[in-house]
């Protein structure tokens, strides 16, 4: 089994600043890939970023970049989203995702990619 545990999400003004945890527990591989995905209402769940822990091969979606980074502490199982420059279009509940093994680029945008995802914690930019 594997448990992700997010934390970190909150209210923010347009242009501020979250950070969003992530901790796995479990039986994790050597080598996993962890991201972010979020879902606002009445959208399907899309990927935000992810990171491959064994050698921090990163990708992010289009929408993200330059504004959203993805790190990771591997001696304490958990992944973190720096995000700036917050726009009211970011407003989702963002859930944590794993999966075992590597981060295909093609693959990784797809929900079904994942195989274990945290309970969610929103984001909310609103002025």
């Known amino acids: 089994w594997v448990q992700p545990v997010e934390s970190g999400g909150g209210s923010v003004q347009p242009g501020g600043s979250l950070r969003l945890t992530c901790e796995v527990s479990g039986n994790l591989a050597s080598r996993n890939c962890m991201g972010w995905f979020r879902q606002a209402p009445g959208n399907r769940r899309e990927g935000v970023a992810v990171?491959?822990?064994?050698?921090?091969?990163?990708y992010y979606a289009d929408s993200v970049k330059g504004r959203f980074t993805i790190s990771q502490d591997n001696a304490k199982n958990t992944v973190y989203l720096q995000m700036n420059s917050l726009k009211p279009e970011d407003t989702a509940m963002y859930y944590c995702?794993?999966?075992?093994?590597?981060?295909?680029?093609?693959?990784?945008?797809?929900?079904?990619?994942?195989?274990?995802w945290g309970q969610g914690t929103q984001v909310t930019v609103s002025s």
């Open positions: 995702a794993f999966r075992r093994g590597w981060c295909n680029g093609g693959s990784w945008y797809f929900r079904t990619y994942f195989g274990y």
């Open positions: 990171i491959y822990t064994s050698g921090d091969s990163t």
